[in-house]
């Protein structure tokens, strides 16, 4: 390991950046409790509900813990809010999406164009601070920061990508996708997810 994050740091890859990436291929996972944001979601997405929760975990390492919500309507949205408990750069967030969407098979000409997008949409994160995800029914992204809003970012091609981060069937995070998805697939809103 230490071998390996020295290299990753000659490259200059941050060593959060190293750890964060290790956990999402080497999880571990634990039941977490994510309510905090709730009422945002429930404001943003009509008849909507909760789903699955998890922690990631990465030898010992509490990284985040996350919770899924969809609306019951077709095509009526769905969210993922994320509390953090490590602090994470802004740019290494950034960074790690646009790492895990190159691996989920997303073009160079799409990252390209989400790079800017999805560097005003991360913010510097504290223990206990929360990012919250929101696809709207017409297919943009609307991303919070302990609930206030940031940004959005528009096309149902960038959030299918952006939410497959954890759900797609080949995610970094296998187990934290089989709890965020639980029994509720196939379901409504989830369908891209739900096909291994």
């Known amino acids: 390991m230490t071998d390996s994050l020295s290299k990753f740091q000659r490259m200059g890859i941050p060593a959060k ?3 964060l990436g290790c956990a999402l291929m080497f999880s571990g996972l634990t039941s977490a409790s994510n309510d905090h944001n709730q009422s945002l979601v429930v404001k943003s997405i ?3 509900e909760s789903l699955g929760q998890g922690r990631m975990t990465y030898w010992g390492f509490t ?38 969407l190159k691996k989920l098979g997303t073009s160079d000409t ?8 999805l560097a005003r949409a991360f913010k510097t994160v504290q223990v206990g601070d929360s990012i919250t995800a929101i696809k709207k029914p017409q297919g943009s992204t609307q991303f919070f920061y302990n609930g206030q809003f940031v940004s959005e970012i528009s096309g149902e091609s960038f959030s299918q990508a952006f939410f497959g981060i954890w759900l797609h ?8 996708r089989k709890v965020l998805l639980g029994q509720y697939c196939p379901r409504v809103n989830l369908e891209a997810y739900c096909h291994d």
């Open 169 to 176: 069937p080949k995610t970094s995070a296998p187990q934290l």
């Open 46 to 48: 009509s008849q909507v």
């Open 63 to 100: 990284l985040y813990d996350a919770k899924l919500y969809t609306s019951k309507e077709p095509k009526g949205g769905l969210a993922l809010d994320i509390q953090y408990l490590r602090k994470f750069e802004a740019k290494d967030l950034a960074k790690q999406t646009l790492d895990e």
């Open 110 to 117: 799409q990252r390209a164009e989400w790079t800017e997008p």
């Open 17 to 19: 950046t190293f750890f």
